[in-house]
């Protein structure tokens, strides 16, 4: 199948970016009958990510597969906002492949970077992404390491948002590929963030910082959540990403925001 074929295919099938993604196919396939099977699996609707294995993150190609929540361009966000508070210690909650973490780990080296989730197919990825013995298994902050209690500079989480009633509503992609666990927020989609709002203090110095990935409209919600910091909802208008950014009340100077 030449490149023109599939890029035809693609398009009947859907897909927007049908060039850019016949790119990607091409230099994943190791051969004819491979780009065949990988261009049917797209046309039938699987992920390209999942299919190729890697996803573009923050200039990163981070690895993902099959049944994995792929981290999305707005997420980026966070792995900007984190960066630029320069922390020495990061915890990301919910990480599933450790996108974020991966990002922070690059741009800051001399950080000290966890991440932990409870997934283990992700757990898998997010060993390739993070150094292995800084990736962590359990429900939220279940499995990390004590030391790490009140030492913390930033603890930073895309946990899942989306309202239950709302999943049946996602793309085809999001809601037939990837885990329901991993998008599934409870009734009003912030259940997670209730929880990380409640167990962030007790890993973070005085003066940490907690981001949370939420939406425009349940950001407020997200920030009710954090009790006991002082909050700010950051915005990337490019690429769609709300944040809010909690400060541990009485300690610290006010963060700087995020550029857009």
Wanted: glycine share 10%; net charge negative; charged share 20%.
């Amino acid at each position: 199948m030449g490149s023109d074929e599939i890029v035809v295919a693609l398009r009947a099938a859907g897909c927007v970016f049908a060039e850019e993604e016949t790119a990607v196919l091409i230099g994943s396939a190791g051969s004819a009958a491979e780009l065949d099977a990988l261009v049917a699996a797209r046309v039938a609707g699987s992920p390209l990510e999942q299919l190729v294995g890697w996803v573009d993150f923050a200039g990163l190609r981070i690895a993902v597969g099959p049944g994995v929540f792929v981290p999305r361009r707005r997420t980026e966000l966070l792995a900007r906002q984190v960066i630029a508070l320069r922390p020495a210690v990061v915890v990301e909650l919910c990480c599933g492949v450790a996108a974020v973490a991966a990002a922070v780990a690059a741009a800051l080296p001399e950080a000290e970077v966890h991440a932990a989730d409870h997934s283990p197919e992700a757990l898998v990825h997010a060993r390739e992404n993070l150094r292995p013995d800084r990736v962590h298994g359990g429900d939220l902050d279940a499995e990390l390491p004590p030391d790490l209690r009140g030492r913390v500079d930033v603890v930073v989480a895309n946990a899942p948002y989306v309202p239950t009633a709302a999943i049946g509503t996602m793309p085809p992609e999001a809601r037939d590929h990837e885990p329901h666990e991993a998008l599934d927020g409870g009734a009003d989609g912030l259940d997670h963030h209730r929880r990380i709002g409640a167990l962030a203090p007790r890993w973070l110095r005085p003066g940490g910082h907690l981001l949370i990935e939420t939406s425009r409209g349940q950001a407020a919600g997200t920030a009710a959540a954090m009790v006991g910091f002082t909050t700010e909802v950051l915005r990337d208008e490019e690429r769609d990403g709300t944040a809010v950014l909690g400060t541990l009340s009485g300690a610290g100077s006010p963060p700087p925001r995020s550029s857009t």
